[in-house]
């Protein structure tokens, strides 16, 4: 550990942890090139290449699409890897994938098709990045800090969604949707030389470990474990549902609102950054309401009882009207943000630190698989039905997923466990077999 851990705790710990500092700024300026590509890409498909509701659902499902398809093995791996060196390498892979389409569109063989590839490929950077982050923080700082980390992160990473989506906004209206693009070459620069500045180094797990282990049992250990725990198959749960019918209405939003709502594009950006600062209010409020009402309860108010306000959104149109997808927005950002503070710090509290990484690859698998469907699920809405039908049928089944908490164990209590339990006894229970296994062998 170094000594910024070790080190007694003191208000601030921005302040006083050098290293979640860099890893934080580097966090803030990949979250704001995110934004800033979340916005773009569907609008160069929109305006510049005059792609329909359905095409432009498909770059969503394309940058979420990796989960799916690598996102078991992917935890596996991290584990086995340095998880810092893995985050640098997926910083400088999206880095080159997005400053493709600027040079592309200025050499005039920009298409549909470069946008889907750098689409699927900057998701799979991201795949690698985010499970490598996830199970990197929690050696980074000590377990006291980590609800106040990932409050930090958190509530940062949507203020920086937020001035990505308005400037992304401004930028594609003033020099137009493909240079708004080229923020994101000195984002995720900046992102990979703060990771690279990070002092803390994890050990690497024994090779010889790692060579009497085969990848597909690495896999399969981390989906028993979400599987077999009640806690961890209540959230991924609750995330597939939840992410099915967010990506559903979002992989349409940018269109609706120009073809239904009539709203330009530097109009758009400022209204979703609007919407998205309830993720900020909703990283602030986190910890605070956990503590009064109890984790479990303030969990089932963010993320079951806020998104109701979805319902607001299909009923935006020009002038008054955007007030319906400002207060919808904003509900959804600060209950979906401040439920994800107080995940985050149950599971990296919950789980044995050598299994993060394929416990949190195994539950975002599942999570984050549902995405590509959703947004597919979008645009096909949309292109039968109308946008304005497709939005309704999207936004209804917000609140619906999230009534999946309300028959979870989460009902009947106050407070999220405070300690391992189960999860943690049967893996030192399965270390202990494969330990004394070993022995045997090198007896016999």
Not at 72 to 78: E, F, I, Q, T
Not at 251 to 272: C, D, E, N, W
Request: some cysteine; glycine content about 12%; aromatic content about 6%.
């Amino acid at each position: 550990m170094t000594t910024d851990i070790l080190s007694a705790r003191r208000p601030g710990l921005l302040r006083r942890n050098r290293d979640f500092r860099l890893l934080w700024t580097g966090e803030v300026a990949g979250k704001f090139g995110s934004s800033v590509t979340g916005l773009g890409l569907p609008l160069i498909a929109a305006t510049t290449l005059h792609a329909g509701a359905f095409r432009v659902s498909l770059l969503t499902m394309a940058s979420w699409l990796p989960w799916l398809l690598i996102g078991l093995p992917v935890g596996a791996w991290v584990d086995r890897m340095r998880r810092r060196t893995v985050m640098m390498a997926a910083a400088a892979g999206s880095l080159v994938l997005f400053l493709t389409v600027p040079v592309a569109a200025a050499l005039g063989v920009l298409g549909f098709a470069q946008l889907l590839a750098v689409a699927l490929c900057a998701g799979t950077c991201t795949v690698f990045f985010q499970t490598a982050y996830t199970a990197y923080l929690p050696g980074l700082v000590a377990e006291a800090d980590r609800a106040e980390g990932n409050a930090k992160l958190q509530g940062s990473a949507s203020a920086a969604q937020i001035v990505g989506l308005g400037s992304g906004g401004t930028i594609a209206q003033v020099f137009g949707a493909v240079d708004s693009l080229l923020a994101n070459t000195v984002t995720f620069l900046v992102s990979l030389l703060c990771t690279a500045g990070i002092r803390h180094r994890e050990p690497v797990r024994d090779p010889a470990q790692r060579r009497r282990r085969t990848l597909l049992s690495e896999v399969g250990e981390g989906l028993r474990q979400v599987a077999g725990d009640r806690w961890l198959r209540c959230f991924a749960l609750y995330g597939a549902c939840s992410n099915l019918a967010l990506t559903a209405y979002q992989s349409i939003l940018v269109v609706f609102l120009v073809q239904q709502a009539g709203l330009p594009q530097g109009t758009i950006g400022v209204l979703i950054g609007l919407a998205s600062t309830g993720g900020v209010v909703g990283a602030l409020v986190a910890r605070r309401v956990g503590a009064a009402l109890g984790t479990a309860r303030a969990l089932l108010l963010f993320l079951l009882g806020l998104p109701v306000l979805v319902l607001l959104i299909p009923l935006t149109t020009g002038g008054a009207g955007v007030l319906c997808y400002l207060a919808g927005g904003f509900a959804v950002s600060a209950g979906v943000v401040a439920g994800n503070v107080l995940r985050s710090t149950f599971q990296q509290r919950y789980c044995p630190a050598e299994l993060l990484g394929r416990i949190s690859a195994g539950t975002s698998f599942l999570t984050y698989g549902t995405i590509p469907l959703g947004a597919l699920a979008g645009g096909s809405l949309a292109a039968l039905l109308g946008l304005r039908t497709a939005m309704w049928l999207a936004t209804a089944a917000v609140p619906l997923a999230a009534g999946t908490l309300w028959f979870s164990p989460l009902r009947g209590l106050r407070d999220l466990p405070s300690s391992p339990g189960r999860i943690l006894a049967g893996h030192r229970h399965q270390a202990q077999e494969r330990s004394a296994a070993a022995m045997l062998d090198g007896s016999l």
